[in-house]
Every structure is written in C-alpha cells, then in structure tokens.
C-alpha cells in the first residue's frame, strides 16, 4: 500500500510540470459588443457568471495552478468557448448567433447556467431571478434585431448530413 501511495505521489509532483496554456488572450475584435448592444447591467451578469468561461480572457483562481485541477479547468473553460464565445460570437454565421442566443435563455432557465460546479466555489456567479430576466430580456432583444435585419431563411442552421 505503501509503494502505491508513494506511486501516486510521483504522479502528482510530475502532473505539476504540465501547464495548459491560459486563456487569457483578450482578443475582442469580433466580440458580440461590436455589432450589438451590450447595456452595462448585462455587462456586469455576464462578468460574474459567463466570461470566464464563455470569452477570450478568463479570470484564474490560485489552485489553477494544482494539477491535475489546472487540466480539469483548462478543458471545462475551452469546452464553454467551443459552445458559446461572447468575444467570437461576430464570427458565428448568422443562423448560429442566433441560435446561440436561444440557448443562452434556455440554458439559464433550465438551471444549466452557470454551471453548478462552478457557482458552487464562486458563489456570486449565482443569478437572481431579477438578474436571469435581465439576461432573457437582452438576448430576446438582441435575436429580435437579427431577426429583423436578415431574411428568415438565414437564421435556419443547415441540417448535418
């Protein structure tokens, strides 16, 4: 039992070596703020409960830097931006911006957002209703802008074959 401990332990101390690259390019040219409307009380929900995760530059706590957790976080913020990155959203075709903002208000309404492992260390992520409707508000205005300047048939993403 001994050699399995001391095993494990050398595991450990070697994982400390590895460092996942940081995300923290803050790179915003095509952020969502340049083509819409980002009001600062939206600004400030997104700040608290989404942009570590979901944009350019996260904010990292000190046990980032213990492996393996810096791994476990390094994957879980690149999976965010892969579904959703405010500060690449000008990137997205049209269908999938707004696509995107549909799923933002349904993933705060279902509870899916932010997720619980997360408010669970950073309990001001946690929304209030006042807060979650703020953020309904502003993606059903912002889908509703896109809905009026482009044709209805580019807001359909294409079926996968």
């Keep these: 039992m001994k050699k399995v401990g001391i095993g494990l332990l050398l595991i450990l101390l070697a994982l400390q070596a590895y460092r996942p690259a940081k995300n923290d390019s803050n790179k915003t040219d095509n952020d969502i703020s340049k083509s819409y409307a980002v009001p600062d009380d939206v600004k400030q ?3 608290k409960a989404c942009n570590d995760c979901h944009t350019n530059n ?3 706590p000190w046990y980032n830097n213990i492996e393996p957790v810096g791994i476990w976080l390094a994957n879980h ?3 965010g931006k892969r579904h959703m990155n405010f500060n690449e ?11 995107k903002l549909d799923e933002c208000i349904e993933q705060v309404k279902e509870g899916e957002m932010p997720l619980d492992s997360y ?4 309990k001001e992520a946690k929304l209030t209703d006042a807060e979650k409707q703020k953020l309904y508000d502003w993606c059903s205005t ?5 809905k009026a300047r482009y044709p209805a048939d580019s807001l359909v993403l294409p079926k996968r074959k």
């Design 77 to 79: 913020v690149n999976d």
């Design 89 to 99: 959203f000008n990137t997205y075709q049209i269908a999938r911006q707004y696509k």
């Design 45 to 47: 929900i997104l700040a």
């Design 142 to 146: 912002v889908r509703d802008s896109i």
């Design 58 to 60: 996260t904010v990292y």
């Design 119 to 122: 408010t669970w260390i950073h």
